[in-house]
């Protein structure tokens, strides 16, 4: 049986963040599918990290179930729209919740790190 050679690795390296800098560092982490450990890595010394580092966060989960749930009510908006027995009021009032969902939307799509 071989033995496998460990490399030593040094004491930890501790960062104060306050508490603003922390939760961008794990958002930005998040953004990313890595761990922190990971991202900081990545980030200092330019290389992509191993694949398994990478993850999809709880957070990555319920945005795309998010995106999901947007582009079914943008569907059913759209089919309002083209409802031509809608009365006047009817139209105004399916063009106010677009103009309401579109705002949830792209925010959406900015939390998830994409553009709509």
């Known amino acids: ?7 030593k690795r040094e004491a930890p390296l501790s960062v104060r ?14 953004r990313a599918g890595l761990s922190m450990n990971a991202f900081v890595k990545a980030q ?7 694949r398994s580092a990478r993850r999809v966060s709880a957070d990555g989960q319920t945005m795309a179930r998010l995106l999901a749930a947007c ?16 009365s006047p009021e009817g139209l105004a009032s399916v063009a106010a919740i677009r103009a309401k969902f579109d705002l949830l ?5 900015d939390a998830f790190g994409r553009t709509p």
Do not use: H, N, W, Y
């Open 1 to 7: 049986m071989s033995e496998k050679t460990k490399q």
């Open 17 to 30: 963040l306050t508490k603003a800098e922390r939760e961008e560092l794990i958002r930005l982490a998040d």
């Open 44 to 50: 200092v010394f330019g290389k992509s990290p191993p």
């Open 71 to 86: 582009a079914v009510i943008g569907d059913s908006l759209s089919q309002l729209e083209g409802d031509e027995s809608l």
């Open 105 to 109: 939307r792209a925010t959406v799509f």
